[in-house]
């Protein structure tokens, strides 16, 4: 990443060279929304750093997990962190989910993650097996026999990581997957989200969802109201509305 691409990240996320990594962390979850919209606008995601990069701070979009952190990972080794990336199964179901199901990230002691939609909103310490308290709520990381390490929020299992480090390359096959597969979740309808001082802000599909402390507020929206609550609630301008065809 060159120092004008650094510099053009960092205010888009509203942060600056001498942020720290909880900072970093926080505006990025504050401005950079959890979007698979792509997928619903038939383009291809492709798993090329400047291209992740490029997405977040030219085309002012978001993206899953695999862009998200990918791209927060270009920025973190540009301000001079030491990252590390994880690949993870994704509980569901009951069950995990395959190996490279979610790229997470590890900055020296931290599990750092900007890519997975309601999650911690602070890095948590990797090394802890503790209660950690976040303002999302409460995470614990637990060993598995096998060497891999759990992540429970509020007691619900959210994902499992390994701990030894990944390319991103190895991480291509399973993202086409997640956009191919007729049975991924991020086909089932288009969704873009990010957290507010309040709670969350979400459209999904057709519906504007508002959530502030326990209240939620569920809107329907035709069209127009669709694309201008895109533009509105996350600075995205979309000439259609994400959606597959049939």
């Not at 750093?49 to 927060?72: Q, S, W």
């Not at 997640?178 to 049975?183: A, D, F, L, R, V």
């Not at 309808?189 to 326990?214: F, M, Q, W, Y």
Request: proline share 5%; glycine share 8%.
């Amino acid at each position: 990443m060159d120092e004008r691409t650094l510099d053009a990240y960092l205010d888009r996320i509203g942060a600056t060279r001498t942020s720290t990594l909880v900072e970093l962390h926080e505006r990025h979850l504050a401005t950079v929304p959890f979007e698979n919209l792509s997928i619903h606008l038939g383009e291809e995601i492709n798993l090329d750093e400047d291209a992740l990069v490029d997405k977040v701070v030219n085309r002012r979009r978001g993206g899953f997990c695999y862009e998200l952190n990918g791209a927060f990972a270009a920025l973190l080794r540009a301000l001079g962190h030491d990252v590390a990336l994880l690949s993870a199964k994704v509980f569901g179901d009951g069950a995990y989910g395959p190996p490279f199901d979610h790229l997470a990230l590890r900055v020296g002691d931290l599990l750092v993650d900007v890519g997975f939609g309601r999650f911690a909103l602070r890095p948590l310490d990797i090394t802890s097996r503790e209660d950690q308290h976040d303002p999302s709520g409460v995470f614990r990381l637990v060993d598995t026999p096998e060497g891999d390490v759990d992540v429970l929020f509020d007691g619900v299992p959210q994902y499992r990581f390994e701990q030894r480090p990944r390319e991103l390359a190895e991480f291509r096959a399973t993202c086409w997957y997640q956009q191919t597969w007729p049975g991924s979740p991020f086909r089932r309808g288009a969704t873009c989200s990010l957290p507010t001082a309040e709670g969350r802000v979400t459209v999904a599909g057709s519906k504007l969802i508002t959530t502030r402390g326990d209240e939620k507020l569920v809107e329907d929206l035709d069209d127009d109201a669709l694309l201008a609550a895109y533009a509105e609630h996350f600075g995205i301008v979309l000439d259609r509305v994400p959606q597959l065809s049939r």
